[in-house]
């Protein structure tokens, strides 16, 4: 047994350093996130003349808004695409409507019709209607992008 000490100790000595070298500061470092933008798909149907559908949506950090009419289809044969001209807009809900702050009248797209710069963290709404050119019923989406 006694000429097991002498090799004890160079590894004890070893262990020691190396669990010395193991300390510092033990505060984790936080992850760092990158959050996009958030889209939402808003789809529905309008079917007669003045007919508007709206859809409320929470912005949770300061930011622009961007509305895209993305389709326009008849409601009789679905995926038959329409440039049909519908009204798009942005708000604030009050009760059982939107009232808008900003609108447009658009046929569908691939960019933004309207844009909300630099909008504050609250609930919105987007409204699609009709501005007197409906005729039969229609199936529209609209894309929203919001931070």
């Known amino acids: 047994m ?3 000490r002498p090799l004890l100790r160079p590894i004890a000595i070893v262990f020691a350093l190396a669990m010395a070298a193991c300390g510092g500061d033990s505060t984790p470092t936080p992850a760092s996130t990158t959050t996009g933008p958030t889209t939402e798909l808003f789809e529905g149907q309008l079917t007669s ?14 930011g622009d808004v961007n509305l895209t009419l993305a389709s326009v289809t008849t409601a009789a044969t679905p995926g038959t ?3 049909l001209p519908l009204g798009l807009g942005l ?3 009050v009760g059982t ?3 808008l702050t900003q609108q447009t ?3 569908p797209g691939l960019v933004p019709q309207v844009t909300g710069s630099n909008v ?5 709404c987007v409204k699609v209607f009709d501005v007197g050119n409906l005729t039969v019923p229609v199936n529209f989406a609209v894309r929203i992008t919001h931070t």
């Open 2 to 4: 006694t000429a097991m």
């Open 49 to 62: 003349r003045g007919a508007s559908q709206f859809f409320s949506f929470t912005v949770s950090t300061a």
């Open 81 to 83: 695409s329409l440039n």
């Open 91 to 93: 708000g604030m809900p």
């Open 97 to 99: 409507d939107c009232n």
């Open 105 to 107: 009248t658009t046929g």
């Open 120 to 124: 504050s963290a609250a609930t919105y």
